[in-house]
């Protein structure tokens, strides 16, 4: 059985930064796409950021950009979401996900495994 398990969300005030973690169990994703969507309150879940199989490929939101850096250690198999200068709007339900191919997506339908999901909270 597959598990993705984020963790290190939490409250935060505007400005300040959280490191999120995604761990996979259950099968390696080293050969395989992932990424971080969020969904806010009343809204979609929106791509946040992803990353190729080595790394070496990183895309992320516009609305983040320069201030989240997604990152992956293939030897834990642990995905990362590094999220500086945090503001309110940045506020969610954060979720890791990954895809059976190597090749990137914004799209959630395109990602095959998700874990439950990690709030964070950034207060003004």
């Known amino acids: 059985q597959v598990n993705l398990v984020e963790s290190g969300g939490g409250l935060v005030q505007a400005g300040g930064s959280l490191r999120l973690s995604c761990a996979a169990s259950?099968?390696?994703?080293?050969?395989?796409?992932m990424a971080w969507f969020r969904r806010a309150p009343g809204k979609e879940r929106d791509f946040v950021a992803a990353?190729?199989?080595?790394?070496?490929?990183?895309y992320y939101a516009d609305s983040v950009k320069g201030r989240f850096t997604i990152s992956r250690d293939n030897a834990k198999n642990t995905v990362y979401l590094q999220m500086n200068s945090l503001k309110p709007e940045d506020t969610a339900v954060y979720y890791c996900?990954?895809?059976?191919?190597?090749?990137?997506?914004?799209?959630?339908?395109?990602?095959?495994?998700w874990g439950q999901g990690t709030q964070v909270t950034v207060s003004s």
């Open positions: 996900a990954a895809r059976d191919v190597s090749y990137v997506s914004t799209l959630p339908s395109d990602y095959n495994y």
């Open positions: 990353i190729s199989p080595r790394g070496g490929w990183t």
């Open positions: 259950g099968r390696t994703f080293s050969t395989n796409a």
